[in-house]
């Protein structure tokens, strides 16, 4: 059964940086694609990156620049890096992911396509204060 994870994340005031993990049980392998999303009260779920089992990932334009996502293929964890938050980074962020060939993210996962993840954590409250 596949269960993911998210933990690491708090309060901070805007400038100031955090650290979210997101640790997958239940792959037998690597051959995935994962991502983090975001979700704030009165909007919809949105992507923030999706990352292959290559380590390539594709960013939201908000968070370019000041976001970077990684994976530990080894430890199946994933992380997420945010530096210079801003208050309107505040929500709850979700780790997803679905297996895929080879590891890739298709255009849709890479575009941050709902439904196109099978899994999902409970999420993490990130909440950034001006």
């Known amino acids: 059964q596949v269960h993911l994870e998210e933990s690491g994340g708090g309060s901070v005031q805007a400038g100031g940086s955090l650290r979210i993990s997101c640790k997958v049980s239940?792959?037998?392998?690597?051959?995935?694609?994962m991502g983090w999303f975001r979700q704030s009260p009165g909007h919809k779920r949105e992507r923030v990156v999706a990352?292959?089992?290559?380590?390539?990932?594709t960013y939201a334009d908000s968070v370019k620049g000041r976001f970077t996502s990684s994976r530990d293929n080894y430890k199946h964890t994933l992380y997420l890096e945010m530096h210079r938050l801003k208050p309107e980074d505040t929500a709850v962020y979700y780790c997803?992911?679905?297996?895929?060939?080879?590891?890739?993210?298709?255009?849709?996962?890479?575009?941050?396509?709902?439904?196109?993840?099978?899994?999902w954590g409970q999420g993490t409250q990130v909440t950034v204060s001006s």
């Open positions: 997803a992911a679905v297996k895929s060939l080879a590891g890739f993210c298709t255009m849709g996962m890479s575009r941050g396509r709902l439904e196109d993840f099978d899994y």
């Open positions: 239940g792959f037998s392998d690597s051959n995935d694609c």
């Open positions: 990352i292959d089992s290559g380590d390539r990932a």
